[in-house]
């Protein structure tokens, strides 16, 4: 980009000496680092052309004048854009161009055009207009003037939506003034002096600090006192002490950092030592660090003491990787931690431990485009994780398992990206690049895809469990569930902390009823309840592959059939489970099935069977027991209608997919309703062969889960089953293996449901 960029503007960083750790002191302290504002450089020393030294950025900028999206002289045809130029503000619109898209060819030319931050569709809630002053944003299109929103832009009643916002770059005035952080005044959107190579130290404790004092949903740990040492309910608590290098169990008030981050391929050597390096013993008698550790490791550390802390917690040190009980211990007890925690750094754009955090030592950030205009300097934004699906996409943070519950179980998150840190709480989304609104957003889970907040956005917590609708516990479970692990046998592990915390009651991965419903709506032993919690249940067994390429799921062996855990791959729950409706309404969902749980295994493999209901009547309630239902074996037992059916491939506009081909007994579906999944074979996938195969030529039991009316038809769900071969470590016979499920729009006209027939009705073991 060569140095008529930014690179004069970086400012100066206060070291660790020269900060205190009071995180008060930092609700005051200025948003910039450098210790005085960076001077102007001299007009001289910045070329502009002469079209360039016209341009009066006032006007552009200017969010008073009425229409604004169509004013004249909020428009300015540049015409084509060249690298080659020495006029610096004609390098800074090159910079910013609209990306080569499908309809805009990169040899056409360009306007710069302005638009209303309040009529420009953002998916990034750092940006909600109604949080900040009216602001302009500056984008170079494609196309001249008129004409050139086709494929980009779309009217509605006089504003205008940016449809490809990841392809629009967004031009902002960058702030020079020396503001106190959070001001009383709605801030314009504007861009604050940025370094490369160093980290703003005081304005990340500063979001820290008023997150603390301002966010009751995010209270310190030491106000919800949720840490399982300091109630003596759970293992100690073993951090980093950053200043000693010593690995140190933390007292009851002690504040601590902790780190989320992909460990990588390197191996895992005893006590979590890198290679070649051994943990030694201090002269207290303390377990001291290696000289040598990974570079993610030690940038933390760095990043604590800067902040004027002491403490951070990082698995591979403060777990005895040898010990089998402390992991075990530890491990049951990830929520208490990562919840205790002052605020959790995020090695968002760190693919394995050995690289660093980005602008902490040696590792430069990304530059991104700013001009120094004597008179209006321009700055780009940098690439958001909530709003940049490039960004996202090339994280292996976000891809890994252990990482989903680290990020939402936190209270705050510190992510380092390659361009800038973010700040995200269950109130918050604050960046490095701009000055922060003064009333943060409203966060919730309920975002549509267009982001990334589902998969990284604290959760709101209170003293007791957290509150979760079942609704936002199926995406949780959704988003899990197509992240990787290296170990898979940790696909339960590596949730436990947030199904264990949760106000929802699970039984190995499957939702049955939010405990709020069992003490609070419906005593547990009336019938409604009851029901509520089974039916929900058996639709919690209805889910299939997500995966739109349809790429089949992989069995783990270790975890039944039936649920999630036993399928390696992304996977979706039926809206039915989240359904709202109370369990008096006509439409509600019905039970079509009795359920038991094996409560224990003899030593001659007899089963004691206990109803899943009776079960829920045991359930420990109290603020400090998980909502994870315990379980000794994987079988589940199930009684209900069994229908036969037998599938063929769509015709027309159902091609690809499966649909019924035969019922017995005989029932008539409507196809353009009918879902069928298999779980090991995708229907679009003739050349995997003999399981396909099996599946157009074969009639398949179909257990029947759930029903609800919608007159004159019936939603039913089913279970495709698959017999498991007897041999001689089958515990039992009859025992099935759930291979997929079906849901199906069945119409009634001229009878009654044809799984009313009592001998329809069978007991299936589920493994």
């Keep these: 980009m060569g140095s008529s960029f930014s690179s004069w503007r ?448 604290p959760m709101e917590r209170s003293a007791d469990k957290i509150p979760l609708h079942m609704a936002v516990l199926n995406k949780c479970i959704e988003e899990y569930s197509g992240r990787r692990l290296t170990h898979q046998s940790d696909v339960l592990n590596a949730i436990t902390g947030l199904l264990s915390r949760i106000s929802t009651l699970t039984y190995l991965g499957i939702p049955i009823l939010q405990q709020l419903e069992l003490t609070a709506i419906l005593p547990l032993r009336q019938s409604a309840t009851s029901k509520q919690a089974l039916w929900r249940f058996l639709a919690g067994l209805a889910w299939c592959p997500a995966d739109k390429e349809g790429i089949p799921l992989r069995r783990r062996d270790a975890f039944p059939s039936w649920s999630w855990l036993g399928w390696e791959g992304r996977i979706t729950f039926p809206s039915l489970i989240a359904f709202d409706g109370k369990s008096f309404s006509p439409h509600a969902p019905r039970a079509c099935a009795s359920v038991w749980i094996a409560n224990q295994v003899t030593q001659t493999k007899g089963e004691t069977l206990v109803p899943l209901v009776h079960l829920l009547e045991e359930a420990p309630l109290g603020k400090e027991s998980t909502s994870i239902l315990p379980h000794l074996t994987n079988y589940l037992w199930v009684e209900g209608a069994v229908i036969k059916m037998a599938f063929t491939k769509g015709r027309g506009d159902e091609s690809g997919v499966l649909v019924p081909k035969s019922f017995h007994p005989p029932m008539r579906s409507r196809s353009d309703k009918t879902r069928i999944s298999f779980r090991n074979c995708s229907s679009d996938r003739p050349s995997q062969g003999t399981v396909y195969q099996r599946i157009l030529t074969e009639q398949w039991d179909c257990l029947l889960l759930v029903t609800r009316d919608s007159f004159p038809s019936q939603d039913a769900y089913f279970l495709i089953l698959d017999q498991v071969q007897g041999d001689e470590t089958t515990e039992a016979e009859n025992c099935h293996y759930a291979v997929g499920s079906a849901e199906l729009v069945i119409s009634l006209r001229g009878g009654d449901p044809p799984w009313d027939d009592p001998s329809l009705r069978r007991k299936i073991k589920l493994c």
Excluded at 190 to 205: M, Q, V
């Design 10 to 457: 970086e400012p100066l960083v206060h070291h660790a000496g020269d900060m205190t750790g009071s995180t008060d002191r930092g609700l005051h302290q200025l948003s910039m680092t450098s210790r005085k504002i960076p001077q102007i450089p001299n007009k001289k020393t910045v070329k502009l052309c002469i079209r360039c030294k016209m341009i009066n950025m006032k006007d552009f900028f200017d969010h008073e004048a009425p229409s604004m999206a169509r004013k004249p002289n909020q428009l300015l045809y540049l015409g084509k854009l060249k690298q080659e130029t020495k006029c610096v503000l004609c390098q800074f619109f090159y910079s910013m161009r609209c990306q080569k898209t499908e309809s805009h060819d990169e040899t056409e030319v360009y306007t710069l055009r302005s638009f209303l931050l309040g009529n420009v569709y953002t998916p990034s809630v750092a940006y909600f207009a109604s949080h900040y002053a009216p602001s302009m944003v500056l984008c170079v299109i494609p196309g001249k003037a008129k004409g050139s929103e086709d494929g980009l832009f779309r009217w509605t009643r006089g504003n205008c939506y940016i449809k490809v916002l990841s392809e629009i770059g967004w031009i902002v005035p960058q702030s020079f003034t020396a503001a106190p952080f959070f001001s009383h005044k709605k801030p314009s959107l504007s861009a604050l002096p940025f370094s490369t190579t160093s980290i703003n130290y005081p304005l990340l404790r500063a979001w820290c600090g008023h997150c603390e004092t301002h966010h009751d949903t995010c209270a310190s740990a030491r106000k919800a006192k949720h840490m399982s040492d300091k109630q003596g309910l759970g293992p100690a608590v073993r951090c980093i002490d950053c200043h000693t290098r010593e690995i140190v169990e933390i007292q009851t008030s002690d504040r601590y950092f902790a780190l989320s981050y992909v460990w990588g391929e390197q191996p895992s050597p005893g006590s979590g030592c890198t290679s070649g390096a051994r943990e030694t013993a201090s002269v207290r008698g303390a377990r001291q660090l290696p000289n040598v550790i990974p570079k993610v490791i030690e940038d933390a550390m760095i990043v604590v003491a800067n902040l004027g802390d002491r403490y951070l917690w990082v698995d591979q040190y403060c777990i005895d990787q040898n010990d089998e009980d402390d992991k075990h211990a530890q491990i049951g007890n990830m929520a208490a931690i990562y919840e205790g925690a002052y605020a959790t750094i995020v090695a968002f754009s760190t693919p394995d431990s050995a690289s660093g955090l980005p602008g902490v030592r040696n590792l430069a950030r990304k530059p991104y485009p700013s001009v120094a205009h004597p008179k209006h300097p321009l700055s780009a934004l940098r690439p958001s994780v909530i709003s940049s699906p490039k960004l996202a996409s090339s994280s292996v943070w976000m891809t890994r398992g252990w990482t989903y519950q680290e990020a939402i179980l936190s209270r705050r998150l510190l992510i380092f990206t390659d361009y800038q840190v973010e700040f995200i709480c269950s109130d918050a989304v604050w960046h490095e690049c701009t000055l922060p609104i003064p009333l943060p957003p409203k966060i919730n889970l309920s975002y549509g895809s267009e982001n990334f907040l589902e998969a990284i956005t």
